[in-house]
């Protein structure tokens, strides 16, 4: 089992910059790819980005291309998400999660509290 806990969001304006992290518990950490999804109000979830286990493989969604990165520090048991360039359309609340490269979509059931992002226009 792994326990996530995403902090790092927060209130900012259009073209702002926030970092997210996500700490995980459990030694199995580095034996899974991790993602980001995100959940506006009103809408169902959706995949932001994912890496794989060591960082060779990186995938994002096409609307965050080029303003979002993805990292991973398996010292840590964390992995992070830069945003840059925010936009209104980016707020939401953002979970991360083991995560099937493959079909961009979670691997277990179960999601951290989340963090709010909020973006002003």
């Known amino acids: 089992q792994v326990q996530l806990v995403e902090s790092g969001g927060g209130l900012v304006q259009t073209g702002g910059s926030l970092r997210l992290s996500c700490a995980a518990s459990g030694r199995t950490f580095s034996g899974y790819a991790m993602g980001w999804f995100r959940q506006a109000p009103g809408k169902e979830r959706e995949f932001v980005a994912a890496?794989?286990?060591?960082?060779?493989?990186?995938v994002y969604t096409d609307s965050v291309k080029g303003r979002f990165t993805i990292s991973r520090d398996n010292t840590k048991n964390t992995v992070y998400l830069q945003m840059n360039s925010l936009k209104p359309e980016d707020t939401a609340v953002y979970y991360c999660a083991p995560t099937s490269i493959a079909t961009m979509s979670p691997l277990l059931g179960s999601w951290g509290q989340g963090t709010q992002v909020t973006v002003s226009s």
């Open positions: 890496i794989s286990q060591r960082g060779g493989r990186i």
